[in-house]
């Protein structure tokens, strides 16, 4: 979900949510920039460009009402020092497409085809939405700015606002500061998720939506991601790896505010399914097996693990459930309880019969729950038959 996830615009540092890879390797946190109070900057550009994102965007009226009441009533529990100042408002960009993002004025973007994913469930729009204003509340478009601007005057570039030209060949050591601006993105969209946890929580919806929208969205996304180093958007095992105990803290807080969990304004948590790497060991000369270790919380039933392969990428995912899944390639589906503190479910692939020499399969492994809906999806492997 890569949920807010920082790059270089021209627009109000837009806020993104499909992140596009994993960084595997641990780094020192980077010191973020406090925000000057003089510091007006970055509501000047928001209020510049406010007209032509507003024409771009219409009002989550019908379908979308279900967005704005919880909106409001996050707004609700955000501190009058930071909401007075602030013209807060929820807008739909009606493009289909699977993103947020918010502008320092308070305004936050969501685009149609996350907004209908999130459809009649208050939890999966207070995990969207929560983050966004977390990063309105931190004032992250301006320390986004004054990082880049204090790499800028050790490099003797220029950074114009509002402006997405300005080629980062002109910074000095220009892959280092590619580098260690995806690492400050990275850190700020995991302290945004932080704080849009306790914000839902004060709200009254339970932060296990979090990484149920992260995980529905990792499930809508095709193919193999590869590390980077210059991601600027922290990848799902590591959002989920990095806030574990964040997770824990809240859920805690949760249950303090709210021991009848279905009482709540988000109603009962969803289920909700670790899927972790899954591994691949060859057991003879045209035999392999599969194994994938998964872990559920709030399950009341069973899961169905679905392992698919097929010969070649699908373009253009959208993964609801097992109706949307490709029907090319073979399918071997098995049931669990998921009751341990890890199962893992083992697949045995053998050859195909007249299947060319080593043509390069993909393999892709979904979890859904009893009405075959995906819940999460495990990294693809890549497998030679």
Not at 50 to 72: C, H, K, L, N, W
Not at 115 to 143: F, M, P, Q, T
Not at 201 to 213: C, I, K, N, Q, W
Request: with cysteine; glycine share 6%; net charge neutral.
């Amino acid at each position: 979900m890569e949920i807010g996830a920082c790059r270089r615009v021209g627009l109000v540092g837009l806020f993104i949510l499909l992140p596009p890879a994993c960084l595997l390797c641990a780094q020192q946190p980077l010191e973020s920039p406090a925000v000057p109070s003089q510091f007006t900057l970055d509501m000047e550009t928001a209020a510049r460009l406010r007209p032509q994102m507003m024409a771009a965007s219409i009002p989550p009226t019908g379908r979308y009402d279900q967005g704005r009441v919880v909106f409001e009533k996050l707004v609700q529990q955000i501190l009058p020092a930071s909401a007075s100042t602030r013209a807060w408002r929820l807008r739909i960009v009606d493009d289909d497409q699977w993103n947020a993002y918010s502008s320092p004025d308070g305004s936050v973007y969501v685009e149609s085809g996350l907004a209908k994913l999130a459809g009649s469930s208050n939890g999966l729009w207070a995990a969207i939405l929560s983050h966004e204003l977390a990063h309105v509340i931190r004032r992250d478009w301006a320390r986004r700015y004054l990082y880049e601007k204090s790499m800028q005057n050790a490099a003797g570039a220029t950074i114009t606002l509002g402006d997405p030209s300005v080629p980062w060949s002109s910074w000095m050591n220009p892959e280092k500061a590619s580098a260690e601006l995806g690492q400050f993105c990275r850190q700020m969209e995991l302290e945004a998720d932080r704080e849009g946890l306790r914000l839902m929580v004060r709200a009254g919806y339970h932060p296990d939506f979090v990484p149920s929208l992260h995980h529905l969205l990792h499930a809508r996304m095709d193919g193999l991601e590869s590390s980077s180093a210059y991601s600027m958007h922290p990848c799902w095992e590591e959002r989920d790896r990095e806030l574990s105990e964040a997770y824990a803290e809240a859920s805690r807080e949760f249950e303090h505010r709210w021991p009848e969990w279905y009482a709540s304004p988000g109603g009962n948590p969803p289920v909700l399914v670790f899927a972790e790497q899954p591994t691949l060991r060859k057991t003879g000369t045209k035999e392999w097996e599969i194994s994938v270790p998964i872990r559920c919380q709030n399950l009341a039933g069973a899961v169905e693990v679905l392992l698919q392969e097929h010969s070649g990428r699908k373009s253009n995912p959208s993964i609801h459930s097992t109706r949307d899944l490709s029907q090319s390639g073979s399918e071997i589906r098995q049931v669990t309880g998921c009751t341990s503190p890890k199962t893992t479910v083992t697949f045995l692939l053998g050859s195909t019969e007249g299947q060319a020499k080593n043509n390069l399969k993909l393999t892709d492994i979904y979890v859904l729950d009893a009405w075959g809906s995906v819940l999460a999806r495990a990294d693809s492997l890549k497998l030679r038959r």
